[in-house]
């Protein structure tokens, strides 16, 4: 049995508890243990929480919340590949336009939340190439979000337009110019 197995096994059997380092160290009986955790954590997607997810936890422990797995998008994607995919994107949703830096429209005490979405579900065959990739924020993500009133407000639709082509932008401004110089 690997190591990574055997730390896997070990967090399994020991589920809702807190568990040390030391303890970890001792089952894996490697040194490289923490990228083990790492890797049972974003590939496998076990909800193995430290210190930095939760305010309880000291620095070398650690916890299974429980055997449920995170979704598969989250952990099926490489860190590099997000902030490809985020970076390509302009850090924005596909659909509404939303920005990190925006706040929720249905709960603006939070700024927005960005996922990486699988354009066909890899349950329906789709896979993680970049064409297969876009983001969405949280509410779209979960179909929360009414697109059709949610999204227009003239910030997303900015968002949208700073995404645009110089020609799609150049339409757009000409179209403006057109009716505000017609009423004006
Ligand atoms: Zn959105």
Not at 118 to 131: A, C, F, K, W, Y
Request: charge should be positive; charged fraction near 30%.
């Amino acid at each position: 049995m690997s190591a990574r197995e055997r730390i896997k096994q070990f967090f399994q059997e020991n589920v809702g508890r807190v568990v040390t380092t030391g303890e970890i160290a001792k089952i894996a009986g490697i040194n490289d243990y923490q990228r083990r955790i790492r890797e049972l954590r974003n590939e496998f997607g076990m909800k193995i929480r430290s210190n930095v997810d939760r305010a309880d936890l000291k620095p070398g422990e650690y916890l299974l919340e429980s055997l449920d797995l995170d979704p598969a998008i989250e952990r099926s994607i490489s860190l590099q590949l997000r902030n490809f995919i985020l970076e390509r994107n302009g850090f924005t949703c596909t659909i509404c336009g939303a920005s990190a830096h925006d706040y929720d429209d249905l709960d603006p005490t939070k700024k927005v939340r960005l996922h990486i979405d699988h354009i066909i579900p890899l349950s329906q065959g789709g896979t993680n190439d970049v064409e297969n990739l876009r983001i969405l924020c949280s509410n779209c993500n979960q179909g929360r979000a009414n697109v059709t009133t949610l999204s227009e407000t003239s910030v997303n639709i900015l968002a949208r337009l700073r995404k645009s082509s110089r020609m799609v932008r150049m339409e757009v401004f000409e179209a403006l110019k057109k009716e505000f110089e017609t009423k004006s």
